[in-house]
């Protein structure tokens, strides 16, 4: 796949990255509707996951730790939106998941995931069917295993 090159809303911030075609939402994009992705972007967080060592990333990029096992980041000038990204040990540990809005090229991967579907605001809906997943599905995914397990 091409290498996409994204800007923030006031351009201060470029970020370019290709696509991980293995990721969990096959190289489309992916969308979640949990109560902080809302709070941060309005809505959903539309993102695609970038391939390991494929980022670049120029310009004032803020990063926060959101949560104990993830960081969120946005521009310190206008605060756009740019990355989610698993700060814990895991199959998608350290892999980027990068704001699908600041690339315009980003448009032609398709919408292939919608995560903590169950938060989801009943008043709107992306159009068409791809597959979905509940809070629990997805915390089920990522526990650690049980011991012995
Ligand atoms: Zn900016
Ligand atoms: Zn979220």
């Not at 995931?113 to 809070?135: C, H, N, Q, S, W």
């Amino acid at each position: 796949m091409t290498k996409l090159t994204g800007k923030c809303m006031c351009g201060a911030v470029t970020i370019t990255a290709e696509p991980d075609t293995g990721g969990m939402s096959g190289g489309g994009l992916g969308a979640c509707h949990c109560g902080m992705c809302r709070a941060w972007t309005s809505s959903a967080f539309v993102e695609f996951a970038a391939k390991r060592g494929s980022v670049t990333i120029e310009g004032p990029a803020k990063v926060r730790q959101t949560s104990e096992w993830a960081e969120r980041a946005f521009c310190s000038e206008c605060g756009s939106p740019l990355w989610y990204r698993v700060t814990a040990e895991g199959p998608e540990g350290g892999q980027y998941q990068l704001s699908a809005g600041l690339f315009e090229n980003a448009g032609d991967l398709d919408l292939t995931l919608e995560v903590f579907i169950d938060k989801k605001p009943a008043g709107y809906a992306f159009a068409g069917d791809r597959k979905t997943m509940t809070e629990a599905e997805l915390f089920a995914m990522f526990a650690p295993p049980e011991e012995g397990a």
